[in-house]
């Protein structure tokens, strides 16, 4: 079984949203075996800033929706989109 690498970029449901308390939420949670190995944010346009993730993970089926999911549970988050999938 290989791993995987994930890019993924997560957009604030706001304008005012506190992206560092978003980051601080993302570092907390305890998923099995996704290793966050970079966490930034990121300025898009006008303003906006969004938080970038780069995760190494399992290749097995669903980690990656369950990751997404569970950032998308997340107070203050407006969605999660997987930018970069790549077999390492």
Do not use: C
């Not at 506190?18 to 601080?24: A, T, W």
């Not at 097995?60 to 929706?65: K, L, Q």
């Amino acid at each position: 079984m290989g791993r995987v690498f994930v890019r993924l970029r997560i957009m604030p449901s706001d304008l005012d949203v506190d992206l560092g308390k978003i980051k601080e939420k993302i570092l907390d949670l305890n998923l099995e075996e996704v290793e966050i190995r970079d966490i930034a944010i990121k300025p898009i346009a006008f303003g906006l800033k969004a938080i970038a993730i780069l995760a190494v993970m399992p290749d097995t089926e669903g980690i990656v929706d369950n990751l997404v999911s569970e950032l998308g549970k997340i107070e203050g988050v407006e969605s999660v989109e997987v930018e970069d999938l790549e077999l390492l």
